[in-house]
């Protein structure tokens, strides 16, 4: 099969997953902070209002589409894609299954294997803020601009340790090798000792809290702040591209748990994900998908437990706690690599 | 590797880029269409509005921003450091250490000046 | 994989001058910044400190030879005499600083630690033999001094000054680097020994060069590229005006020698043609337009472009002996143009928001108060003008006589004519200092710090004896 045609087919297989992934998990959370305050959560459309994220995709799309007086149009519209498609399009490098080889066809499970996988990553990861920074200075709003400064500066600051503990991990790649690498699919095949995966774990609830940020999620969530930016960056969208913004965040949240999955938890890997036959794949994903769920389930326990933060806390945070915490865990991890590994 | 390896990805992003755009383009078939004036004016939690969104912004942004272009360079510079440290070794060691340890003065130096403080 | 091996030996004044820099920086966050009183210039002293340590390892490191660095630095003998001139430069506009930067600001740390990084970046620029190094070295050279152009924070000239400086040196800094990249492009190679050696013609190396020229003539301040120079000059502090007229013109200098020498493709009479008349219009330029200043220190900046004119005599001459004037000239410079600017930040006022410019009648009758001051700032407007048996006749008298030598004649008599201009808006300097009556508000408390005297002495003594022993030291840089 050519590689283009393989592609397209991938490609949307990947979109129609994460979209998917997006309708189920709106309701994941609705089901779970209902449960948490001790409600029933969305319990009418369908059983156990399963349908429920059918029906707000159906009522978004058939909203009346506003376009207020006062914004920048062409901005105020391609904005919402703009922060969709790097949601969707930073996927593409992570593999979510072994191969399949069926007779001398092998069937890889992720989109690209590039040899800069991680550098991916962080790239399409900051592509991600034009589509909020522009949403928001096109709305010609008070709020809107606030929120979208906020969320800015918010995402570029914890950039810094997400690069940072990113790069610490590609340091670790070299453990056991001639050289490091940049592949997610490379750092899944490559074994570690024990006493590596201890050490990363060190790193996971740093890198845990980077994500939260960098995809605007509750404790960090402070471009939305409802009460006091009244939605922030979103504050003059509505229907279908107030929808988008909201796709993107959730996906973001749900790559987010999938590179966590990935680089600290083994991926796919996982008792009877045996590369080559024909269960493989299937338990493979399996594993994958559980410990993306058991990871978005934390994201949702921590918005219900933990208040927003103050503005001025949160970047002072990311600065002077987390910034030096990730170098001084980066250089530890360079000494045990040159002097250990 | 080469470049073959990216089209994937150009595949993916000539995929997403048109259902986004559809997305957007739906409503404006499928919805109602009843504009009023209420409707297109900024919302300003029910106030009428005053003053439009084009103006200047606290300058401690623009202090975010410049700091991390300064950091977020360093970081890239650590990335192919960081794949070649086993050729490296102690070299690579030492000449990342200058390198950081520069950055960190400047580090040091924005901090104790006060530039990660928000009023 | 073979690990690079790096020789830091042969860039150790330029460590001494970073480290220095970095370490002024951070000194007053750790020591607390209630520092007592005597302790108040201690940066200063640090900078100066690394200045002289700079200067000691330059001339105590013997002869220099070969490339460092996997072939981005070389230390020769011009790296190390352009280390001494941009050295002693700013030694002495540090002497000026020390006395005038209480006037205007109170961050004494952020001053020295930019003017140590601009030091920095002469010092590279002047070692730098390949076009990435270049550049680098030149935006630390600028980055540094256009915040110290607007080192007046409360005066409009200043920010005036900066953003001006910074609009128009970002923009050449363009012209430098696309010219840096037809270079690559017409020999793939960044090295300038590399480029001389593929011989590359063509229309690649013509453009490359020419955009070179545009991008190190803002720098130099040549006209037509000199629009942001009286500004800058003007608005800025008037210690970093009088180091960085000498310092970069310096550092600029040798990188368009070593520049022009790697495009030996390009036809010797194109390009030394191209740069004849860019120096004919500067010098007519800035002479001109000095003759009509009210200011003194924008005065002097047109006086420092027409300088920059003259100096291109020397590069346009093309030989050993035209190369060896141009660094006599800029020692010479150094010290006559340094004084000046002395004397002229001696002449200003501490206003009520900030330091009010010396007007251009500002030394009137200044014999009468202060006779030794007025000697000096006669010998330094005379030397300024040519007039033997001060420096700049010396300078001069080299710079043309090379410029003679290779068939230039017609730049020499050019040159000549303008210095016989110049002499005027010199001389009427002169006239006022010993003639005229003070005017009511002029050098009424005319302070003199013991720095400042000490600076202006040294450029005195340093004018009086390049002349005077000019013709050793002339064969002593030609060796």
């Excluded at chain 2, 439009?52 to 921003?65: L, T």
């Amino acid at each position: 099969m050519s590689i283009v045609l393989l592609s397209i087919l991938k490609s949307l297989a990947l979109i129609i997953l994460l979209l998917t992934g997006f309708a189920y998990l709106t309701y994941y959370e609705r089901k779970l902070l209902a449960r948490f305050h001790v409600r029933r959560g969305p319990n009418r459309a369908g059983p156990f209002g399963l349908l429920q994220p059918i029906a707000d995709a159906v009522k978004a799309i058939f909203k009346e589409e506003i376009v207020p007086g006062h914004v920048d149009k062409l901005i105020y519209i391609v904005a919402p894609a703009l922060s969709l498609i790097p949601a969707l399009v930073i996927f593409a490098v992570i593999p979510i299954a072994p191969d399949l080889r069926l007779g001398g066809f092998t069937l890889q499970f992720h989109v690209a294997d590039i040899n800069v996988g991680l550098l991916y990553l962080a790239a399409i990861a900051s592509v991600a803020t034009y589509g909020i920074i522009l949403g928001g200075w096109s709305s010609n709003n008070n709020y809107a601009l606030l929120g979208s400064l906020r969320t800015a500066a918010q995402m570029i600051s914890y950039e810094l340790p997400f690069g940072l503990l990113l790069a610490a991990i590609i340091l670790t790649t070299n453990i056991g090798r001639e050289a490091g690498t940049l592949s997610l699919i490379e750092i899944l095949n490559q074994p570690r000792p024990w006493w590596l995966w201890l050490w990363l774990w060190l790193a996971f609830p740093m890198f845990f809290i980077t994500m939260l940020a960098e995809s605007n999620r509750s404790p960090f969530d402070l471009p939305e702040t409802e009460n006091e930016l009244i939605a922030g960056f979103q504050v003059e969208y509505g229907g279908i591209k107030f929808a988008l913004f909201f796709m993107a965040e959730y996906i973001s949240m749900i790559t987010g748990s999938a590179i966590m999955a990935t680089l600290f938890f083994g991926g796919w890997r996982g008792p009877f994900a045996d590369p080559g036959t024909w269960y493989g794949p299937i338990v493979g994903f399996g594993w994958f998908f559980l410990k993306v769920v058991a990871l978005l389930f934390v994201y949702i326990w921590v918005r219900a437990s933990v208040p927003r933060i103050r503005y001025d806390q949160l970047l002072q945070f990311c600065w002077k706690v987390l910034t030096p915490l990730s170098i001084g865990y980066l250089v530890l991890t360079a000494l045990i690599v040159v002097f250990v590994g | 590797m080469t470049s073959a390896d990216y089209l994937p990805i150009l595949i993916l992003i000539l995929i997403a880029a048109p259902f986004a755009g559809i997305a957007i383009l739906l409503p404006s078939v499928l919805g109602p269409k009843n504009p009023n004036r209420m409707k297109q004016e900024a919302i300003e939690s029910g106030m009428i509005p005053f003053a439009d969104a084009r103006r200047r912004f606290p300058v401690q942004y623009y202090m975010v921003a410049v700091l991390f272009i300064i950091f977020d360079i360093e970081v890239i510079f650590l990335f192919p450091w960081a794949v070649s440290l086993n050729q490296l070794k102690i070299f690579g060691l030492i000449e990342m250490g200058v390198f950081l340890g520069i950055l960190l003065i400047g580090y040091l130096y924005v901090w104790k000046k006060g530039a990660f403080e928000w009023e | 994989m073979s690990l690079p091996t790096l020789d830091f030996s042969l860039i150790l004044p330029e460590l001494v001058v970073l480290i220095t820099a970095l370490l002024v920086l951070i000194a007053d966050l750790l020591w607390p910044r209630a520092a007592s009183r005597g302790r108040e210039q201690a940066p200063a002293v640090l900078a100066l400190a690394g200045l002289i340590l700079a200067g000691l390892l330059t001339l105590l490191a013997g002869e220099w030879s070969g490339a460092t660095l996997q072939g981005m630095l070389v230390a020769d003998a011009l790296a190390r005499y352009l280390n001494l001139v941009v050295l002693l430069a700013a030694a002495l506009g540090l002497l000026l600083s020390w006395s005038y930067l209480p006037h205007f600001s109170t961050q004494r740390s952020e001053y020295y630690a930019l003017y140590l990084l601009a030091v920095a970046g002469m010092l590279f620029l002047g070692k730098s033999i390949e076009l990435i190094t270049l550049f680098v070295s030149l935006e630390i050279l600028s980055i540094a001094l256009y915040v110290l152009t607007g080192f007046h924070r409360g005066q409009l000239a200043g920010g005036e000054a900066a953003l001006k400086y910074f609009l128009l040196g970002a923009f050449s800094s363009g012209f430098l680097l696309y010219g840096a990249a037809l270079f690559y492009a017409a020999t793939g190679a960044t090295r300038l020994a590399d480029i001389a050696a593929q011989n590359a013609g063509g229309f690649y190396m013509l453009a490359g060069l020419a955009l070179f020229l545009v991008g190190l003539g803002f720098k130099l301040a040549v006209a037509p590229f000199h629009m942001w120079a009286p500004d800058a000059y003007q608005g800025a502090p008037t210690p970093v005006t009088a180091f960085m007229s000498v310092g970069t013109k310096a550092a600029a200098l040798v990188a368009l020698f070593r520049v022009v020498q790697a495009a030996g493709s390009v036809p010797v009479g194109v390009w030394a043609t191209a740069l004849a008349f860019l120096s004919l219009l500067t010098m007519t330029l800035g002479n001109l337009a000095a003759l009509r200043q009210s200011s003194l220190k924008r005065m002097l900046a047109y006086s420092s472009i027409a300088h920059a004119g003259y100096l291109l005599v020397g590069v346009v001459a093309g030989t050993a002996a035209g190369f060896d004037a141009v660094l006599f000239y800029l020692f010479a410079y150094a010290f006559m143009n340094i004084g000046a600017f002395a004397i002229a930040s001696l002449l200003e006022r501490p206003g009520f928001y900030a330091v009010q410019d010396a007007g251009i009648h500002a030394a009137d009758g200044l014999f009468g108060r202060r006779p030794w001051l007025a000697v000096a700032m006669a010998m330094f407007m005379l030397s300024l003008a040519g007039i033997p048996p001060l420096a700049g006749f010396f300078g001069k008298l080299y710079l043309f006589a090379a410029a003679v030598e290779s068939g230039w004649a017609w730049l020499a008599v050019a040159g000549v004519l303008n210095s016989v201009i110049s002499a005027y808006y010199y001389l009427r300097v002169v006239v006022g200092m010993f003639m005229a009556e003070p005017s009511a508000s002029a050098h009424l408390r005319l302070p003199l710090p013991a720095s400042a005297t000490l600076a202006v002495a040294l450029t005195a003594l340093g004018t009086l004896l390049f002349g005077l022993l000019a013709t050793p030291w002339f064969q002593g840089i030609s060796r």
